[in-house]
């Protein structure tokens, strides 16, 4: 790395430092390409009928997966889980075990793509709350 008169430029940090205190970080995209989304992806507990919620937040997720389908690394298998998700709380009594896998596996599909996350953060929350799985 130098210029047009054989400077040496020091290389760049990318990296990000946070000392003390406490801190809250909303997107956040560090390096080379890198890339933090944002939008209307936000989420504010809601007394009320938990199943609709729940069924806003399939409906937000699904959404959102055929958005950013491009961005994970396995879409198939990210949409499978959620079908699983979704059938078995059709269930007339869905398991725990079941509805844990599916949202761990969820949350692990779509970690890295942010609005994805928080939606399914939020959809783990709310399932997690109102089944006790």
């Given at each position: 790395m130098g210029d047009?008169?054989g ?16 801190h ?17 992806v936000s989420?504010?507990?809601q007394?009320?009928d ?10 937000l ?13 396995d ?7 959620l ?7 059709d ?16 949350t ?26």
């Amino acid at each position: 790395m130098g210029d047009d008169h054989g400077r040496i430029e020091p290389p760049v940090n990318n990296g990000v430092v946070i000392q003390g205190g406490t801190h809250y970080v909303g997107n956040q995209a560090v390096g080379h390409r890198a890339q933090a989304f944002s939008g209307s992806v936000s989420f504010q507990r809601q007394d009320g009928d938990g199943a609709a919620r729940t069924a806003e937040l399939l409906a937000l997720v699904e959404r959102l997966l055929e958005e950013h389908r491009d961005a994970l690394a396995d879409p198939d298998a990210t949409t499978r889980e959620l079908r699983r998700l979704r059938e078995e709380l059709d269930e007339e009594e869905p398991q725990p075990t079941v509805l844990r896998r599916a949202l761990d596996r969820l949350t692990a599909f779509t970690e890295p793509i942010a609005p994805l996350a928080v939606a399914v953060g939020e959809l783990s929350t709310m399932v997690r709350g109102v089944l006790g799985a």
